[in-house]
């Protein structure tokens, strides 16, 4: 199993970014994924979760801004973020397998991640 994520950097407040995960080594259409972050000194927290059937889930503070999507034929994952704020920067890290959507203890296999940061 491999998961690469791409598409961090640095941007304004206000600013969007798109975030990629590219995904190998495993069923990627019959597979729960998930968005996480991980700011300094603070715990990893689920942001998005997306179903094999297309059911999702966000947290509060990704509601509205960001939008989790999945191209099963490049079995790719993708982090659409809107309107970022300070607070969401962190390292943002895709995850496979996850039947508790923002769960992290629930996922198995996780990327490297990719930093994010918004000032």
């Known amino acids: 199993v491999q998961l690469v994520e791409s598409g961090g950097g640095a941007v304004q407040p206000g600013g969007s970014l798109r975030l990629s995960c590219t995904a190998s080594?495993?069923?990627?259409?019959?597979?729960?994924m998930g968005w996480f972050r991980q700011a300094p000194g603070k715990e990893r927290e689920g942001i998005a979760c997306i179903k094999p059937r297309g059911n999702l889930g966000y947290a509060r503070s990704a509601e509205g801004r960001f939008t989790i999507s999945r191209d099963n034929a490049r079995n790719t994952l993708y982090l659409q973020m809107d309107g970022l704020k300070p607070e969401d920067t962190g390292t943002y890290y895709c995850a496979r397998g996850g039947s508790g959507c923002l769960v992290a203890s629930q996922y198995r296999y996780w990327g490297r991640g990719t930093q994010v940061t918004v000032s």
């Open positions: 080594g495993f069923t990627f259409v019959d597979s729960d």
